[in-house]
């Protein structure tokens, strides 16, 4: 599994960028707490769940910050609070929750 932590200079194209490197590989996105500028958008997050669709990525994103949680989840993106979560989600059922397209 890949894991991303993005920084608070990253912003939705450099995680773009990094998701398209991911070929076939299933990816943890970990935005922290400390990245208080950007992903505040819906944007910020359906091009991320649109790039997963089209390359068939495994992906699931933790995000600390509950609004941005929210924002996150209405882009259609699997969330989980803390990495510990998502790895334990991962363990029991073997594969994360399916991204979601929005209409």
Do not use: C
């Amino acid at each position: 599994m890949k894991t991303i932590t993005i920084r608070e200079t990253d912003d939705r194209y450099t995680v773009r960028e990094l998701l398209r490197r991911a070929d076939g590989e299933r990816v943890l996105v970990i935005l922290p707490w400390s990245t208080d500028e950007g992903w505040q958008h819906p944007l910020d997050y359906e091009i991320q769940r649109r790039l997963a669709e089209h390359k068939h990525l495994e992906m699931a994103w933790v995000i600390e910050d509950p609004w941005r949680r929210n924002v996150a989840r209405k882009a259609g993106l699997p969330i989980f609070s803390s990495e510990g979560d998502a790895l334990e989600y991962l363990s029991r059922h073997g594969t994360f929750p399916p991204v979601k397209a929005t209409s």
